[in-house]
T-cell receptor, first 114, second 112 residues
Framework: EPEVTQTPSHQVTQMGQEVILRCVPI?????FYWYRQILGQKVEFLVS????????KSEIFDDQFSVERPDGSNFTLKIRSTKLEDSAMYFC????????????FGPGTRLTVL | QKEVEQNSGPLSVPEGAIASLNCTYS??????FFWYRQYSGKSPELIMS????GDKEDGRFTAQLNKASQYVSLLIRDSQPSDSATYLC????????????FGTGTRLQVTL
């Protein structure tokens, strides 16, 4: 069964450093998302991406964040200058039909900012 | 603020019983609803979707939607210890067709 994959599974970085989180969505999906979940809290939407552009972003997704689809398979989230409060699980998700059939989540990247 | 509300639990049910999980939402523009299961330290796993008022059954799971009351529920029949997890309710506003708004989740414990 096709699935979303994410790398790395765990990333430790120093405050102020840049990180890139990588995702390979399900191959025939056209809509891509990033969510995050701070430990013990709810899953929060960051950004959605369709047709090579951002379709919606949340207040969390400020100028420190960017997304890119550098080739036909990868989808990346870059955090330019990490803060302590960026420590969270970051989930990539994809869907085939604008999300109405559900979004399928990858295993996540645990980001720890020291 | 568009919210999805769930009782955090834990909800404890004996093995073989029916577990009933509930969710309310505030955004009347929400048209699609999803239940995800999340084991500790893992990612959300989609288990049910529902779009129309009424019931939708899939194996041991039944999702129920009442748009007038802005209420969604999930019934798990013949609960098993492996069902012990946090169940997340999520709403999609198909006008935006983008983000899922999640509740905080209900932790279910199925006891032997």
């Amino acid at each position: 069964e096709p699935e979303v994959t994410q790398t790395p599974s765990h990333q430790v970085t120093q405050m102020g450093q840049e990180v890139i989180l990588r995702c390979v969505p399900i191959s025939n999906h056209l809509y891509f998302y990033w969510y995050r979940q701070i430990l013990g809290q709810k899953v929060e939407f960051l950004v959605s991406f369709y047709n090579n552009e951002i379709s919606e972003k949340s207040e969390i997704f400020d100028d420190q964040f960017s997304v890119e689809r550098p080739d036909g398979s990868n989808f990346t989230l870059k955090i330019r200058s990490t803060k302590l409060e960026d420590s969270a699980m970051y989930f990539c998700a994809s869907s085939g039909t604008s999300g109405v059939q559900g979004q399928f989540f990858g295993p996540g990247t645990r980001l720890t900012v020291l | 603020q568009k919210e999805v509300e769930q009782n955090s639990g834990p909800l404890s049910v004996p093995e073989g019983a029916i577990a009933s999980l509930n969710c309310t939402y505030s955004d009347r523009g929400s048209q699609s609803f999803f239940w995800y299961r999340q084991y500790s330290g893992k990612s959300p796993e989609l288990i049910m979707s529902i779009y129309s008022n009424g019931d939708k059954e899939d194996g041991r799971f039944t999702a129920q939607l009442n748009k007038a009351s802005q209420y969604v529920s999930l019934l798990i029949r013949d609960s098993q210890p492996s069902d012990s997890a946090t169940y997340l309710c999520a709403a999609l506003n198909t006008g935006t067709a983008s983000k899922l708004t999640f509740g905080t989740g209900t932790r279910l414990q199925v006891t032997l």
